[in-house]
């Protein structure tokens, strides 16, 4: 017997002779996405496994890809919390964070759309058939899996206060109290990240979700229409952040390497 949801999965389509009836430029977008995901997953695997220039000891200035630094083969004034991971070739830095970022990023929605869209072409635009004979969407494995975003989000909240902390401890100069450049891109990059992970839908769920009644809990109501507002141009955090992260590694990079030096406002 056919069920429902069965019939809408293997319904077929419209019979037209066209494979889409879409007149605009709709590769544009999956083209560019693929270009900027590919170009940003390259540069971070290569900063990921050089493990070099992430510290600027003078300036206390740590990139967010090596934060926090937790392997023994971190600059002990680097590992704020420890290092207790053996140092290995292929066992990042910052090997506590990343597996749980990557996992933050790959199950946001956001993202789900771009790459199912872009990577998988299922389907590649709106009204454009799926890439895929069959279509299961979220309903199996390893797919089913993309519901624990909800987990990832309270670690990425853990991880975005460890980076807070980070640019805390970089107010820092060898004689005490410092600022410069590297200050403001590093707090810019926590500002935008909290953007993101604040305006996550999930975030939303947790501030103002199961209430039946948001006169009853106005503070609640507040925190939800707040994560609501950044929560509408998600995908705008989505990609800034990615080109922040970027943006501050290189430069943490560029000052730790000795390529430029940090603009210094105080000390
Ligand atoms: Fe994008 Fe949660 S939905 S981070």
Do not use: M
């Given at each position: 017997m056919t069920t429902t949801e069965d019939s809408a999965v293997s319904s077929p389509r419209a019979?037209?002779?066209?494979?889409?009836?879409?007149?605009?430029?709709?590769?544009r977008g999956p083209i560019l996405t693929v270009l900027g995901i590919t170009a940003w997953v390259a540069y971070a695997t290569f900063r990921v496994f050089?493990?070099?220039?992430?510290?600027?000891?003078?300036?206390?200035y740590l990139t967010p890809f090596y934060?926090?630094?937790?392997?023994?083969?971190?600059v002990p004034e680097s590992a704020h919390f420890g290092r207790f991971l053996p140092d290995h070739?292929?066992?990042?830095?910052?090997a506590l964070s990343l597996p749980f970022l990557l996992a933050f990023r790959l199950t946001c929605y956001y993202y789900r759309k771009a790459y199912y869209r872009s990577f998988w072409l299922s389907p590649p635009a709106c009204a454009v058939p799926d890439g895929h004979p069959r279509y299961t969407g979220e309903t199996r494995f390893p797919l089913l899996l993309q519901n624990f975003h909800r987990y990832f989000f309270y670690l990425a909240v853990a991880i975005s206060l460890v980076n807070t902390w980070d640019a805390v401890l970089a107010f820092h100069s060898p004689d005490g109290f410092g600022l410069g450049l590297g200050n403001v891109i590093l707090w810019a990059n926590v500002v935008l990240l909290w953007c993101y992970t604040l305006g996550c839908h999930s975030c939303r769920h947790v501030m103002g979700?199961?209430?039946?009644?948001?006169s009853k809990h106005p503070v609640r109501y507040r925190l939800w229409t707040f994560s609501s507002a950044l929560n509408s141009r998600h995908m705008m955090w989505a990609w800034i952040t990615l080109a922040s992260l970027a943006l501050t590694d290189c430069y943490v990079m560029a000052v730790a390497a000795g390529w430029i030096t940090d603009l210094r406002f105080i000390g």
């Open positions: 019979a037209i002779a066209a494979r889409n009836l879409r007149t605009d430029n709709w590769r050089y493990q070099g220039d992430y510290w600027v000891a003078d300036y206390h934060s926090p630094c937790v392997s023994e083969g971190c070739p292929l066992i990042p830095y910052a979700g199961r209430l039946k009644h948001f």
